[in-house]
């Protein structure tokens, strides 16, 4: 169960997201591989999904997971079928977006290069559920693929301690 500062966060996140896509509706979803799809002009739709990485403050790193170890099931990047992928990373006042696919691709292909960055993570995380990859956050600026937004002002809570979304 998300935590009321990751759900303000997601919120947050939801309301730039509809104003950077113009989206005339935001509708959240029940449970399912995404958090909202948004309803553009034109009658187009947009399926989001929205994680806000508060370690990354301590870290330098954005986690990404994909899987769920205790349930032994696919998660995060691999379960998804949002088509955008939005990263909050509050101290970096930002969003990064990006087709999941995609970066599920780069991840997979590129984690074994010489002197990658790029890290898979064994279980951890709270209770010790979690497997993904971390990578550095200037790694990922650097990639002409992933669109960064940046945000004005003061974002919402900057201090945060756990990585949700």
Known sequence: MPSQRDRDAEDFVLNILQEHFSAIA?????GLTYDCIMTLPHGGKILCEVKTDWKARVTGNLYFETKNTWQGKDSGLIATTASCWAHYVPHK????????????WYLTVHEHD?????????AHGGDNNSQGWKVPIAFLENR????????????IDTK???SAG
Do not use: M, Y
């Not at 010489?114 to 064994?122: A, G, K």
């Open 114 to 122: 010489f002197n990658s960055p790029i890290q898979r993570t064994l």
């Open 144 to 155: 002409t693929w992933i669109q960064k937004i940046l945000l004005p002002g003061k974002d």
């Open 93 to 104: 006042h930002c969003i990064f977006l990006v087709d999941p696919k995609a970066l599920l």
């Open 26 to 30: 935001c509708e959240r979803s029940q």
């Open 160 to 162: 945060g301690e756990n």
